[in-house]
């Protein structure tokens, strides 16, 4: 009865107890003993195997606790993702200029060329793991309470990323028009400006032509570069091509 007791309150927590079928297995045993007249040895190893299920009991009411308490803070996390991305998939950026503040709408899924949308699609799997618990050990549940505070996080920082990004294409178009203002006193002018492929997120290309017909394409391209200061930071580099 015991034993029939914790597979009804503690049905999780069994998953990561094996133990629990050597339990089982020892009752059947004590049970063909005494159908065999071995009493005394049935009762012995029906009094060991009860010991040991009491103890068993405590650890699975601490396990099933633990699963509930993870259980609880997976479909939080995921829940609160799955808000944040909802919210902010069209981004509102602020940003000081001479001018004053300039804000700036965007979508956050172009910036970070999809990883947002992918950041969604697995965060709706979860979601639908979490909806079926019954099936999910402790361990898996663990292993799914990370994966989804990892993909908290990782909503913050594509958030992070978009405002990088953005200003990293308006510092090419910065960059271009400090090289076209040069190049005019030296006699070429700007003929045509465009991103690579109408992509913001990839190069500037500017071609210029003199007066004797010469033409020349600055290409303004991102780099990105490691340093000890910024893991992300942004640089970029400056190709010449004359024609």
């Given at each position: 009865?015991?034993?029939?007791?914790?597979?009804?309150?503690?049905?999780?927590?069994?998953?990561?107890?094996?133990?629990?079928?050597?339990?089982?297995?020892?009752?059947?045993?004590?049970?063909?003993?005494?159908?065999?007249?071995q009493a005394q040895?049935?009762?012995?190893?029906?009094?060991?195997?009860?010991?040991?299920?009491?103890?068993?009991?405590?650890?699975?009411?601490?396990?099933?606790?633990?699963?509930?308490?993870?259980?609880?803070?997976?479909?939080?996390?995921?829940?609160?993702?799955?808000?944040?991305?909802?919210?902010?998939?069209?981004?509102?950026?602020?940003?000081?200029?001479?001018?004053?503040?300039?804000?700036?709408?965007?979508?956050?899924?172009?910036?970070?060329?999809?990883?947002?949308?992918?950041?969604?699609?697995?965060?709706?799997?979860?979601?639908?793991?979490?909806?079926?618990?019954?099936?999910?050990?402790?361990?898996?549940?663990?292993?799914?309470?990370?994966?989804?505070?990892?993909?908290?996080?990782?909503?913050?920082?594509?958030?992070?990323?978009?405002?990088?990004?953005?200003?990293?294409?308006?510092?090419?178009?910065?960059?271009?028009?400090?090289?076209?203002?040069?190049?005019?006193?030296?006699?070429?002018?700007?003929?045509?400006?465009?991103?690579?492929?109408?992509?913001?997120?990839?190069?500037?290309?500017?071609k210029f032509r003199?007066?004797?017909?010469?033409?020349?394409?600055?290409?303004?391209?991102?780099?990105?570069?490691?340093?000890?200061?910024?893991?992300?930071?942004?640089?970029?580099?400056l190709s010449v091509?004359?024609?």
């Open positions: 009865q015991l034993l029939s007791l914790l597979q009804q309150y503690y049905p999780q927590a069994l998953r990561s107890f094996p133990v629990w079928q050597q339990r089982q297995q020892e009752l059947k045993q004590a049970e063909q003993l005494l159908q065999q007249g040895a049935a009762l012995t190893l029906a009094f060991q195997s009860y010991q040991q299920t009491q103890q068993l009991r405590t650890q699975l009411e601490q396990t099933q606790l633990a699963w509930e308490a993870y259980l609880r803070t997976a479909h939080y996390s995921i829940a609160h993702a799955l808000a944040q991305c909802e919210v902010q998939e069209t981004a509102t950026f602020a940003f000081k200029t001479a001018k004053g503040t300039v804000q700036t709408q965007t979508e956050v899924d172009y910036w970070t060329q999809g990883q947002w949308s992918a950041v969604q699609t697995q965060l709706l799997a979860l979601q639908q793991q979490l909806n079926q618990p019954d099936e999910l050990s402790l361990a898996e549940l663990q292993q799914l309470t990370k994966i989804a505070q990892q993909q908290q996080q990782q909503v913050l920082n594509l958030v992070l990323e978009t405002k990088t990004h953005l200003l990293s294409s308006q510092l090419r178009q910065q960059i271009g028009q400090t090289i076209e203002k040069s190049l005019r006193n030296s006699g070429w002018e700007a003929i045509d400006s465009t991103y690579e492929g109408g992509d913001f997120r990839q190069a500037l290309y500017v003199n007066f004797q017909g010469n033409e020349m394409v600055t290409i303004v391209s991102p780099e990105t570069a490691t340093n000890s200061e910024n893991n992300a930071a942004w640089q970029h580099k091509a004359f024609f």
